[in-house]
């Protein structure tokens, strides 16, 4: 795989703080909110600026009302020190929603972007990425990018605001005080570098094994029937025992450098207050500052390591925001394997001719190959059978058809055209899969057969009649309209199947592909998917990879798949007579039973 498939994996990648590429392209993500944005930055200036006259306001108080026992002057000031701070907090309330407005749906964006993403992927890239690491991908990963916004930039740019609000309102008070009080604050720089390499460590840590606990649930549950068939509920619940614990272990690091790194600020920021009380009670007796001065530079001190204290805690949120930045990124640039060219052959619609020209296929690269150099032609309306052993390769050609993936060597052609020549639209749109297993979503009955396309319910009704579907449908308690719970959990095994002809008909396809399931059924079952079959096929090229003795005889060609290579091609009546592989495929599963 590519490096950047690769990096998918990756939880590890640790993002630098600011690296211009990656801001570039974040505030991309802001640009459609721009005046929100500057409206939140207004008014964390605002504020920044104003909580600043709270302590002034507090020595004016006391030094030209109280101490000379001005009362009525004293309650003017009190009036304007409640009003002051009642607006303050519309004004941060103002703040976070409008911050909290833009982080949201930047997230949003951001999730539909990788969403839709993800969804033109090719299968091989799915064959690569475990879909827990994608869900985390888009959640988590966007989660943290996404407070980037909503804590990080915005705080920080509160916090700088903040600390240079304090400093111009100390400096203005008494400049030699104000000296005294940010006395310790290269020593609060030096302690927050050294937590900030360790607090990285465990919070990658963490950020690896969330994404380990995601996949094992996502695995797991998907897969819940075969545990419990399996009796293995034990085992597993203990599997998980052991990345949860993992997680919850790594959790607790965090927990516990952030009980240390925070006592020790506390005590940098009491001896701060410490040195201020000292220097200041000096300047005070000595009659240099008044008692107010004194008391507001207090508040100063004491306000001023919060700013400090958040500045180092954003830090981490910024470094872990970055790094999610950049693996979403990267997942965001993986080109689809599957690339069209710059000028495709335009169809409106296909005949349905498939021509496989020496086509040699292999999953990965370095894996042994799959198909061998398989030769056929297909013609317009003709129905093929493919037929073969387990793992011989059926399943592998019909996937090449539609391009889910391409050829190593050689050349499939539709209608005469290379189909990687092909907009890959055009190749899809006429052309129906039912595969083997088949996948129901959460959704009515309708939505599993329209798959969210526009078609008239007659239509819908059409389809399903013709496949023997619509009789099953309507004994549903709501029809049509009868919600399929996860899976189609609740659907037998046949009726899924009729289901699935029934998406496939609907769309009335050129090309049908069929990859039968082997899973038996009851004979009145079997006898309406046998009648659907024949429906389906009337008309249109098929290619089915076939189980049904059925389903083979009445294909006017029996591909017979061997090891990845064709080995014999012919009708029923034909390979019977040349006495090969077909012959022996046909005494030993069909004789018996037919
Ligand atoms: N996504 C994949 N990645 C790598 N190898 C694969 C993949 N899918 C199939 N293979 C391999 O390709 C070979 C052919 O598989 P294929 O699914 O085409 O067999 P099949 O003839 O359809 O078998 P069956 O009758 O069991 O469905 C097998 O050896 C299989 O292991
Ligand atoms: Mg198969």
């Known amino acids: ?94 703040q976070a929603v409008v911050t909290g407005w833009v982080g949201e749906k930047v997230m949003f964006d951001i999730r539909r972007e990788v969403f839709s993403h993800l969804q033109r992927q090719t299968l091989s890239f ?49 400049w030699q005080l104000a000296i005294v009080a940010v006395a310790v604050v290269p020593l609060v720089v030096w302690v927050t570098f050294s937590f900030r390499g360790r607090l990285r460590d465990v919070f990658r840590e963490v950020r690896v094994q969330t994404a380990a606990v995601n996949s094992y649930l996502q695995e797991h549950l998907s897969g819940v029937r075969i545990v419990q068939l399996f009796n293995h509920e034990k085992a597993t619940a203990k599997g998980f025992s052991g990345v949860n614990d993992h997680l919850r ?38 009659g240099a500052i008044t008692i107010g001065t004194l008391v507001a530079f207090l508040q100063y001190a004491e306000r001023f390591f919060r700013p400090i204290r958040d500045l180092a805690e954003k830090w981490n949120i910024f470094q872990a925001g970055m790094a999610s930045a950049e693996r979403v990124f990267d997942l965001l640039d993986t080109e689809p394997a599957i690339e069209e060219i710059d000028n495709p052959v335009k169809i409106e619609e296909l005949d349905g001719r498939i021509e496989f020209d020496n086509v040699r296929f292999r999953y990965n690269p370095g894996d042994d190959e799959v198909l ?55 190749l899809l749109r006429d052309i129906a899969y039912v595969s083997q297993d088949i996948f129901l979503f959460s959704g009515t009955i309708r939505d599993n057969i329209t798959l969210g396309d526009e078609f008239t319910d007659e239509h819908v009704q059409h389809a399903a009649k013709q496949v023997h579907a619509d009789s099953f449908i309507q004994r549903l308690p709501k029809g049509y309209d009868e919600e399929v719970t996860e899976r189609g959990g609740t659907l037998s095994t046949g009726q899924r199947q009729l289901l699935s002809f029934a998406r496939a008909m609907v769309r009335n396809p050129k090309v049908l592909v069929l990859d039968e399931a082997t899973s038996s059924v009851d004979p009145e079952t079997e006898a309406y998917i046998q009648d659907a079959l024949e429906v389906m096929m009337k008309g249109r090229t098929s290619i089915i990879v076939a ?48």
């Open 547 to 594: 189980h049904r003795l059925s389903t083979v005889q009445r294909a006017d060609k029996i591909l017979v798949m061997h090891k990845g290579t064709l080995r014999e091609m012919g009708t029923h009546a034909e390979l019977l007579a040349q006495k090969g592989i077909y012959w022996r495929l046909f005494e030993l599963q069909y004789r018996r039973v037919a």
């Open 1 to 94: 795989m590519s490096k950047k498939m690769r990096s998918i994996h990756d939880e590890e990648t640790l993002g630098v703080v600011f690296e211009p590429r990656l801001v570039n392209r974040l505030l991309k993500y802001l640009r459609p909110y721009r005046v929100k944005v500057v409206l939140s930055v207004i008014l964390l200036l605002i504020i920044a600026g104003a909580e600043q006259l709270g302590p002034y306001l507090t020595k004016i108080a006391l030094d030209n009302y109280i101490v000379p026992g001005d009362f009525d002057g004293l309650i003017a000031i009190v009036a304007m020190f409640l009003g002051l701070y009642v607006t303050l907090a519309f004004a941060r309330v103002g």
């Open 126 to 174: 799915f064959d690569h990425n475990p879909v827990g690491r994608l869900v985390t991908r888009n959640t988590n990963d966007v989660q943290t990018l996404s407070e980037i916004f909503s804590s990080g930039v915005v705080v920080v740019f509160g916090d700088l605001f903040m600390l240079i609000g304090i400093i111009v309102a100390m400096l203005l008070l008494n």
């Open 372 to 426: 061998k150099g398989v030769d056929f032609t297909i013609e317009p309306g003709e129905t093929a059978a493919i037929v073969g052993a387990t793992g011989a390769g059926k399943t592998t050609i019909i996937n090449l058809i539609g391009r889910f993936y391409d050829v190593s060597d050689g050349t499939i052609r539709m209608d005469g055209h290379d189909v990687r020549d092909l907009r890959r639209d055009d």
């Open 249 to 286: 272990q790594d959790h607790l690091h965090t927990v516990n450098l952030f009980s240390v790194f925070f006592p020790i600020l506390e005590v940098l920021g009491a001896v701060a207050v410490a040195l201020v009380i000292l220097r200041g009670g000096n300047l005070t007796l000595d």
